[in-house]
């Protein structure tokens, strides 16, 4: 009797943990997106007019940092713009999922929400807005 044994892994070559060999996917892909937060003059202006001075950064309920509310820009800044928030965000399951955020106030009050769609691999840009 002879016995098959595939090795099982992430067989999916996009994702960012795929398992060198691997015959048999076992559902333990990661994917990795990015996204950037940013506003307008304008929303900083109503923010600063309500005493928000910085910001709260939350995906899916895990915070992500805090920034500050003077940094502006008049469109969507690149992920690779370092004065704007920007994280990295893995994921698992499939290649494409939607994640819910929420940005507080300094005093812990919802500001903005919304659901972003990433893809793997590439960078979201979500603007904050009044």
């Not at 795929?18 to 929303?43: I, N, P, Q």
């Not at 202006?45 to 928000?52: A, E, P, S």
């Not at 805090?66 to 690149?78: E, L, M």
């Not at 106030?105 to 904050?128: H, K, P, R, Y």
Request: aromatic share 10%; proline share 2%.
């Amino acid at each position: 009797m002879v016995l098959s044994c595939k090795k099982e892994g992430c067989t999916d070559e996009n994702a960012i943990n795929t398992t060198a060999g691997a015959e048999k996917d076992d559902g333990t892909c990661t994917y990795e997106s990015t996204v950037v937060f940013w506003h307008t003059a304008t929303t900083r202006t109503v923010m600063n007019n309500n005493g928000i001075s910085s910001l709260n950064y939350f995906l899916d309920g895990t915070l992500l940092g805090t920034k500050g509310t003077t940094t502006v820009y008049s469109s969507a800044p690149d992920c690779s713009v370092t004065t704007a928030f920007v994280r990295s965000i893995a994921y698992d399951e499939s290649p494409s999922k939607n994640l819910s955020y929420e940005v507080t106030s300094q005093a812990g009050l919802l500001v903005f929400s919304g659901t972003i769609a990433f893809m793997n691999g590439e960078c979201v840009s979500q603007e904050l807005h009044y």
